[in-house]
């Protein structure tokens, strides 16, 4: 057994490596910028963990958000691995021993925000030291056209200016043609190798139902018969998570809201209830998902439609992340189109954030209405062929009988001609 088995077998209790990781995870050693797009559940986060535990040095990571950080950290410490967060929710006190452990070279991976990472005196420090390879999680909030643009993320090609010798990694699991090629123009990576995994979960069934009057009643009676399985109910707002917990509590079915609107203990203390399958139910905003480590997710209902396939793709893919049978319903009408419309023309400053908002608006709206084979024109939105039919959604299989089958995948690694 190699070097690289070794450490994925004796710190991540793996005999072998997903799709790609073992071959972003040489390159990488081997010096050369990466940009890798794998599914939710695809182990992206290995890609840059393995090669932290090779040899001597950092390995600095940014991620979005402090809930993911401290969930990464606390697992990799029980694991044996020196990680440490640095962010806003550090005190003085943490901060000043987590720097001095850096100096000493016993931190072997640290994950930081955008904001943190380009700050003149982080970049200064970060000199100073052994950095061996630099990881961009959730790489698509750096473009414009991804669906979760963040300002500060634009910023982080200054990190291949002041470290150009180190090599990059550019981590998400939804990104289109366009929002790859952006990806790597933005983080100015240098001819990386590019590695985009199939986007087919071929144990998840797609379902589309109209949003009528008696669309809680169609879902109250879906939850009952899926009694003792946990599943996850997505809305648009806080009230509405909120509302739709406490009503269907009131109707039998436990569940429990998430929003970031509740305090921090009250969404970690729903977030543990749920992983420890104490409430089988959790009515959430898109807030909810971001790192949940839960493999028996056996539904996930979009009670709300949401305004883009990548976030609808990354949300339902939460769902059956154990390889099992799982439902992804979304109830959809054209009321709930509008009201997207309206944000979009009432919120976003400039035309050009309006029109990619429309467009993939109107990308969600008509995978929703398509008569066709809903599997496919989800995957052709991210660039991927597949045969129909797929006898996995509510197009190919109406009576709900039928499951996903095996079928060939179209797998393969590509290389841009430029960074």
Known sequence: M?????????????SAFNLYQREIIEDLLAGRDVLAVLATGGGKSLCYQVPALVGDGVVLVISPLIALMKDQVDDLQARGVGAEALNSS???????????ELKEGLIQILYVSPEKAV?????????????????????????????????????????????????????????????????ARQLNLSDPSVYVGSFNRENLRYVVVGKEEDAYERLRAYLRGRRGDAGIVYVATRDGAETLAARLRAGGIPALPY?????????????????????????????????????????VVHYDM??????????????????????????????????????IDRDLASEFQRKVARSKLQSMVDYCTTTECRRKALLGYFGERIEEPCNGCDACAPAGKARPRSGRRKRGATRPASG
């Open 2 to 14: 190699d070097r690289l088995h070794l450490i994925l077998q004796r710190y991540f209790g793996h």
């Open 90 to 100: 550090g005190s003085y006190a943490a901060t000043r021993r987590i720097l001095s």
């Open 119 to 183: 700050g003149e005196d982080f970049i200064d420090l970060m000199a100073s030291l052994p950095v061996t390879l630099i990881a961009v999680d959730e790489a698509h909030c750096i473009s414009m056209w991804g669906h979760q643009f963040r300002p500060e993320y634009r910023s982080l090609s200054v990190l291949k200016e002041r470290f150009p010798g180190v090599p990059m990694v550019a981590l998400t699991a939804t990104a289109t043609p366009d929002v790859r090629d952006d990806i």
């Open 259 to 299: 929003h970031a609107g509740m305090t921090a203990a009250a969404r970690r203390e729903t977030q543990d209830r749920f992983i420890g399958g104490k409430v089988p139910v959790v009515c959430a905003t898109s807030a909810f998902g971001m790192g949940i480590d839960k493999p028996d997710v056996r539904f």
């Open 306 to 343: 949401p305004k883009t396939l990548e976030a609808y793709y990354q949300e339902s893919g939460r769902a059956g992340r154990d390889g099992k049978e799982s439902d992804c319903i979304l109830y959809y009408s054209d009321e709930d189109a509008r009201r997207l419309r309206s944000f």
